[in-house]
């Protein structure tokens, strides 16, 4: 027996030093690959998946030579552009739509000039730990720090700007103010001189992104940078050394290539055009009653594919977060929220990212807000008295210190029952038949919401007491909540550097990213509402941020960092 012991001591010492030998060599041969566990779900088939076109020389007929080379004219490309050239880059702009483009307004700042004019404080900290909290930790942390140091200092350069050119820039007043669900007073927009704040059905002139984007296309060609309109970017040049050098542009037979000898940067928007790309990364964003872009249908998830043919990575976290919000219906403020059978399904103290998700669970994806003759004055008690609000709550262009508007609610109300986004009646009865539901079921549902108003509790749903408002008193109001996709907030792989990674994390040198292409800064599923215009807010600062980087600046010395406070 001892024999037999020996034997089989020394075959598994031997047998165990082969396993180790190959366990070293193993690592030796994949050091820096990333592990399978993380490697991209082995789907075949997607469109992206093919390589980039082949382009024959003879069908370039143009290069040029510059720095930095910024692919989309929106807030980011337009930041990214025009802080490259300040630090002296020759730069250029490819935008393949006829002009700039300009999405809604709200910009997301901590700390900035005009919040310590208004004696506004914000605690950054505070709200990073919130944001992470909100994506479940789904994200790169440190793009979320970066962001709080340096975007106070982003928007005020902006507003330098905007002052320069005639244009103001003020806070947001709306925001949503509860105790459990509470927004933050972070939101800035630019509106131009002697302009009326006030705004009917969402239709406004001289307010929002709309104003600063032609300011920083001024700035632009005062610096002499090249806009090249009507200039779809086709491919990445990539060398053998694994820098990206440049990018081919135009159409077919009359190719541009353009050396960017510092950097080409992404600023191409998000992909919510592009429903295969929505497919795979985000398929409960299918399920929205609308999709809100301007230029229409212009983010097809051109940058995004272009990187991931050069060697990127999308990021890791694979369910993106989708702006969706309940644009394209009527506001639905607090009131009641019944579904398709009239029955009521949720406590409707909460954002409107929220709502329009809840609602695509319902029945045929159909909800409604229902409420009485005294609408206006509870709705402007409410965010007056800093107890609710929020987007299609509080009004959109609301400015501080202004208050909520009835006249302007009213006209808008209007004209969404003229549109049929609103139906009004004199009895329940009559209200159910122009919504399409049982009669009985929403009777019985305003009942014992009434009841639950009388008592003062919420017994079914948890909602404040001050947020009840019984529907007793004719005309009766109900509200078709529609959801909208605003955007895709999610994207390629990056990190502080802001340049693109590819799967084993490693960047690609040459490459940067930002705006909505950029991914790693939002977690799964739903955008964060807590500090509304945190979309624009980072293309605006990480547009400035990797301009400056790409012009081989120090965003240190050129962007002050906000101190958090003890």
């Known amino acids: 027996m001892s024999e037999k012991l020996n034997i089989s001591r020394r075959a598994f ?228 050394d694994g820098r990206v050098t440049g990018l081919i542009c135009g159409k077919p037979g009359n190719y541009t290539q353009i050396n960017a000898s510092k950097g080409v940067i992404l600023a191409t928007g998000c992909y919510a055009s592009n429903e295969e790309m929505r497919k795979r990364w985000s398929p409960y964003s299918l399920r929205v009653d609308a999709q809100i872009y301007f230029p229409t249908k212009s983010n097809t998830g051109d940058g995004h594919i272009m990187a991931m043919q050069v060697g990127g990575a999308m990021q890791r976290n694979d369910d993106h977060a989708a702006t969706v919000h309940l644009e394209a219906g009527a506001a639905s403020y607090g009131f009641l929220h019944v579904n398709q059978n009239g029955e009521r399904f949720k406590n409707e103290d909460v954002n409107t990212q929220s709502k329009s998700c809840s609602k695509e669970l319902q029945p045929h994806g159909v909800a409604w807000t229902v409420y009485d003759a005294d609408w206006l004055d509870q709705v402007k008690s409410q965010v007056d008295g800093n107890m609710a609000g929020g987007l299609f709550y509080g009004q959109m262009w609301q400015p501080w210190g202004a208050g909520w508007n009835k006249d302007v609610e009213k006209a808008t109300q209007d004209q969404h029952i003229k549109d049929g986004k609103v139906v009004v009646a004199n009895s329940l009865e009559e209200l159910a038949q122009k919504m399409g539901i049982p009669a009985e079921g929403l009777k019985k549902t305003v009942a014992r919401y009434n009841e639950l108003c009388e008592k003062g509790v919420d017994e079914d749903f948890g909602k404040r007491k001050v947020l009840m408002t019984p529907i007793l008193k004719a005309p009766f109001y109900a509200g078709k909540l529609s959801s909208s996709l605003l955007a895709m907030s999610g994207g390629l792989h990056t990190d502080p550097s802001l340049l693109v990674l590819d799967a084993n994390d490693k960047p690609i040198e040459g490459l940067y990213v930002c705006g909505a292409a950029a991914g790693d800064y939002f977690g799964s599923g739903d955008y964060p509402t807590i500090c509304p215009g945190m979309n624009h807010g980072r293309c605006l600062t990480f547009g400035r941020l990797a301009g400056i980087m790409a012009a081989g600046g120090d965003i240190d010395k050129s962007v002050k960092s906000m101190q958090f406070e003890a």
């Open 13 to 240: 010492m031997k047998t165990s030093a082969a396993m180790a030998t190959a366990a070293v060599s193993s690592t030796i041969a994949h050091a820096g690959d990333i592990p399978a566990k993380w490697q991209e779900p082995k789907c075949t088939g997607w469109s992206w998946e093919k390589p980039a076109q082949t382009i024959a020389p003879e069908q370039i007929k143009k290069i040029m030579n510059v720095d930095v080379a910024v692919i989309g004219a929106g807030l980011a490309g337009f930041a990214a552009a025009l802080s490259a050239a300040q630090e002296g880059a020759k730069t250029v702009v490819i935008e393949k739509t006829r002009s700039w483009s300009a999405r809604g307004g709200h910009i997301t700042g901590f700390g900035t000039r005009l919040q310590n004019e208004l004696g506004v404080k914000i605690d950054a900290p505070e709200i990073v730990r919130r944001l992470i909290s909100w994506g479940q930790g789904r994200m790169d942390e440190r793009l979320l720090w970066m962001f709080a140091r340096k975007c106070g200092a982003c928007v005020d350069w902006a507003e330098e700007l905007a002052n320069k050119n005639g244009a103001k820039m003020t806070l947001w007043e709306g925001y949503y103010k509860g105790p459990t669900y509470t927004e933050f007073p972070v939101t800035h927009f630019f509106y131009n001189k002697d302009v009326s704040l006030d705004y009917t059905y969402g239709n406004s002139t001289g307010i929002g992104n709309v104003v600063i984007m032609p300011i920083f296309e001024k700035e632009l060609k005062a610096l002499e940078v090249d806009i090249l309109y009507r200039t779809p970017a086709v491919k990445l040049i990539r060398g053998a």
